[in-house]
């Protein structure tokens, strides 16, 4: 079974331009030992700004070091939603879909549920309106904070680098 895969390879999985059996094959290998640093490469390459990307957050979503040193969230775009240790949610433009109406915009009839038991919430990017994430929560619950990495230990204890910046 291979193990160690090329940049290239790398971009087409970002790309999804793999078949399905070479996407297996790699998600079922052993990692290389830089395929982080591969993955962020292929990432880097896609965005318009020059600022290293530390962790990808999802789709169109990434912790990025600044030159001031501060670790910002911040969209494709070049938008900036601000410190990586605060809900970038907060930031972003949210459409709540909140009756059966708006509900049903998504849904085929009869599969949504009970508008006063649970909300969607969609998050979009103010700078290029990029769909960045989806909630399904009861109404009033806060915004779901999903991810505070530990990004110094990340990098020391996984990766085996000191951490940018």
């Known amino acids: 079974m291979k193990t160690s895969y090329t940049?290239?390879?790398?971009?087409d999985l970002v790309d999804a331009?793999?078949?399905?059996?070479?996407?297996?094959?790699m998600m079922s290998s052993f990692k290389d030992p830089d395929r982080f640093e591969k993955y962020i490469g292929v990432l880097q390459k896609k965005v318009p700004w020059n600022e290293p990307i530390l962790l990808p957050l999802g789709?169109?979503?990434y912790i990025v070091q600044k030159p001031d040193g501060a670790r910002v969230v911040r969209c494709d775009c070049g938008?900036?939603?601000g410190d990586c240790r605060a809900n970038w949610k907060l930031s972003a433009l949210i459409h709540v879909r909140n009756t059966d109406e708006s509900l049903r915009e998504v849904y085929p009839p009869m599969m949504h549920s009970?508008?006063?038991?649970?909300?969607i919430r969609e998050f979009y990017c103010p700078g290029c309106a990029a769909q960045l994430e989806v909630e399904a929560v009861p109404p009033g619950y806060p915004f779901v904070f999903d991810f505070l990495p530990d990004i110094d230990t990340f990098y020391r204890?996984?990766?085996g680098?000191?951490?940018?910046?």
């Open 17 to 25: 331009k793999l078949s399905f059996d070479d996407l297996h094959r």
């Open 161 to 165: 680098k000191e951490p940018p910046g």
């Open 7 to 11: 940049k290239k390879e790398i971009e």
């Open 79 to 81: 938008y900036e939603f």
């Open 114 to 119: 009970v508008p006063e038991w649970m909300e």
């Open 59 to 61: 789709p169109h979503l």
């Open 157 to 159: 204890d996984w990766l």
